[in-house]
């Protein structure tokens, strides 16, 4: 009696579960079909999310959903016991990115360093692709304007422009193989207002990016930003390239990225020529991203 | 749908790149009006503290030596120099450009010297 009321139980959870597996599998049968009237076979999941480590990788969010998004860059490791290897610092940036159409990603975030808010732009141009139309890479391009917010107590009369930075970035990936892909980003930002004559308003930098599939629920990614710009100072500090390692883990809903970076600002503005911590040094940040993603569609 | 959008996106891009500036805070101090208080510019308060950053490494009383025996200490001894202390700050042709060796004075300071020179030199 008890054996065959178990059972019944058991039967009962595994339909509630099997159900909605059912209707998503026949969504996304019918989206397969019409995605391939032609035999083109786009090419998916070329990075986990919508970001590498710091920077943007070339995904984005399918027309109707919202990945929402909070980062945490703890403090420099060689701080010491004291501050518990940088736990004790705590620097956020939480993003609310949207897919208006498929190929186009509009994105809003806030961070508090220098407590900043940027809006972002993503296009995708071209899908890597094989069958009838085939396309050896995948080409998106991103632009993003950042807004400092901090208050300003110096006697120089500030113009509002002078809050923004503009970031302008070519994102050209390719996935080689179900485990391997790769990116390369040439990358313009510009900071409107900087603090001396010799700090250049013009960055130019050559970003790139990898990810290396595991199992299905763990990849390992690297992300390093080549700063092309002569001088390498910010506010008296010496400026590094920003050089990081991470681990996106997938857990059902939730995609889970843990990494070591050297840059504190999750903004491509703030770990492009503002890096200031030294790998070399002990000067790596813990950080995490957490990413869930909403269909309002 | 997908080009008009695109061109509204551009266009929206091409806003924004207009409203790129090159400045610098640096470049902001030295233009701007803010800090330079020519209203009530004395010799001890205003101009002596400008020379005695950027111009006693070679002519105070001690060291005149160095500055061709040229002394700027003494209220007396910059009086008699004023019309060539005007033209050296200002690297006016026929001048000897000041401070030597060193990028020209900033706009401010430049200013409140001339202003103290235009009042009528006072000892105050």
Redesign the interface.
């Known amino acids: 009696m008890l054996i065959m009321e178990s059972r019944r139980i058991f039967s009962f959870v595994f339909l509630a579960f099997s159900l909605p597996l059912q209707i998503w599998s026949q969504d996304m049968d019918k989206m397969l079909e019409e995605a391939t009237g032609s035999s083109t076979e786009y090419v998916s999941a070329t990075f986990k999310s919508t970001r590498i480590i710091n920077g943007h990788s070339i995904e984005r969010m399918p027309e109707g959903q919202l990945d929402f998004r909070i980062s945490h860059r703890f403090g420099e490791l060689n701080t010491g016991a004291y501050n518990l290897w940088g736990l004790d610092q705590a620097n956020t940036h939480f993003s609310f990115d949207y897919g208006l159409t498929d190929w186009l990603m509009v994105g809003l975030g806030r961070g508090n360093y220098e407590k900043t808010y940027d809006g972002t732009l993503k296009f995708s141009v071209f899908r890597q692709s094989k069958g009838e139309k085939v396309m050896p890479f995948s080409i998106s391009l991103f632009t993003s304007a950042a807004y400092n917010t901090l208050k300003w107590d110096k006697e120089i009369p500030l113009k509002e422009w002078h809050r923004m930075s503009y970031v302008a970035q070519i994102l050209v990936a390719r996935k080689f193989s179900e485990r391997f892909s790769l990116e390369i980003n040439p990358t313009y930002v510009h900071r409107n207002l900087v603090a001396t004559e010799q700090d250049p308003n013009d960055i130019w930098s050559m970003g790139g990016g990898l990810r290396f599939k595991i199992t299905t629920r763990f990849a390992f990614n690297a992300e390093y930003y080549y700063i092309m710009s002569g001088r390498h100072d910010y506010q008296g500090l010496t400026t590094y390239n920003p050089l990081s390692f991470g681990v996106d883990i997938e857990t059902g809903g939730h995609v889970f990225a843990i990494m070591l970076t050297n840059s504190l600002a999750m903004i491509e503005k703030g770990f492009i020529g503002e890096t200031t911590g030294n790998w070399q040094d002990g000067g790596i940040h813990l950080g995490f991203n957490i990413s869930r993603v909403f269909t309002l569609k | 749908?997908?080009i008009p959008?695109?061109f509204t996106?551009i266009f929206?891009?091409c806003i924004?790149?207009s409203?790129?500036?090159?400045?610098?805070?640096?470049?902001?101090?030295q233009n701007?009006n803010?800090?330079c208080d020519t209203i009530n510019v004395t010799f001890s308060l205003a101009v002596k503290p400008i020379m005695q950053e950027n111009c006693y490494a070679c002519h105070s009383n001690t060291n005149f030596t160095l500055g061709g025996n040229i002394k700027l200490e003494n209220y007396s001894d910059v009086i008699l120099r004023l019309d060539k202390i005007k033209g050296a700050i200002n690297h006016s042709p026929g001048f000897v450009a000041m401070p030597d060796g060193a990028p020209k004075l900033e706009a401010c300071k430049i200013k409140i010297i001339e202003k103290w020179i235009e009042s009528g030199s006072p000892d105050n």
């Open positions: 749908m997908k959008a695109l996106a929206l891009v924004l790149v409203a790129c500036y090159y400045d610098s805070e640096e470049e902001l101090q701007g803010i800090q």
